[in-house]
Antibody
Framework: QVQLVQSGAEVKKPGTLVKVSCKAS????????IHWVRQAPGQGLEWMGW????????NYAQKFQGWVTMTRDTSIRTVYMEMRRMKSDDTAVYYC??????????????WGQGTLVTVSS | DIQLTQSPSLLSASVGDRVTITCRAS??????LAWYQQNPGKAPKLLIY???TLQSGVPSRFSGSGSGTEFTLTISSLQPEDFATYYC?????????FGGGTKVEIK
């Protein structure tokens, strides 16, 4: 069955970076874009961007351009989201999500379990 | 960016009730809208896409309608497992955005 398994919770100091991983299984890894969505405590969902695991191409929301990088390692079926220069308001649960292939592009049918990243001095 | 406004933000209902949640887009998005359900501490779950297409495995008591700028999610007979927060999301272009959420709580 399709699974996206994310790395564990992180506690980071302001100004540092975090790298969250998302390991895929149960489907053809290069066949679906992977998106990242975050959710601050008690808040709604915020789309961050996507990576094409086949080509490595990326597309980031303007807010995250320049300080978020999404990469992938096809040999281990894993995508990564690195965020630099973190601030306290980057404290959130970060989700990876698989995009549906076909006409319903932009729709996410499988999600990782989420990774809580806490930014605190 | 397209803004999505959900109403109400909080809905109190009882088991068996018919409930409707509205999502309004700041500009026309045809039928490029999805709905998700999220339980506390869990990842969102896809319910409906293309405004009205039920995702495989989702109970038929869930339905979606609308096009353009106004959309609705209806639960025909609320079940105990349906008490959760619901989000709409547009698929029209980038950046993708989500509505602010509607929490359905037990009355």
């Amino acid at each position: 069955q399709v699974q996206l398994v994310q790395s564990g919770a992180e506690v980071k100091k302001p100004g540092t970076l975090v790298k969250v991983s998302c390991k895929a299984s149960g489907y053809t890894f290069i066949g679906n874009y992977i998106h990242w969505v975050r959710q601050a405590p008690g808040q709604g969902l915020e789309w961050m961007g996507w990576i094409n695991p086949n080509s490595g191409d990326t597309n980031y929301a303007q807010k995250f351009q320049g300080w978020v990088t999404m990469t992938r390692d096809t040999s281990i079926r894993t995508v990564y989201m690195e965020m630099r220069r973190m601030k306290s308001d980057d404290t959130a649960v970060y989700y990876c999500a698989r995009e549906v292939v076909g006409p319903a592009t932009g729709v996410f049918d499988y999600w990782g379990q989420g990774t809580l990243v806490t930014v605190s001095s | 960016d397209i803004q999505l406004t959900q109403s109400p933000s909080l809905l109190s209902a009882s088991v068996g009730d018919r409930v409707t949640i509205t999502c309004r887009a700041s500009q026309g998005i045809s039928s490029y809208l999805a709905w998700y359900q999220q339980n506390p501490g869990k990842a969102p779950k896809l319910l409906i896409y293309a405004a009205s297409t039920l995702q495989s495995g989702v109970p038929s008591r869930f339905s979606g309608s609308g096009s353009g700028t106004e959309f609705t999610l209806t639960i025909s007979s609320l079940q105990p497992e349906d008490f959760a927060t619901y989000y709409c999301q547009h698929l029209n272009n980038y950046p993708l955005t989500f509505g602010g959420g509607t929490k359905v709580e037990i009355k």
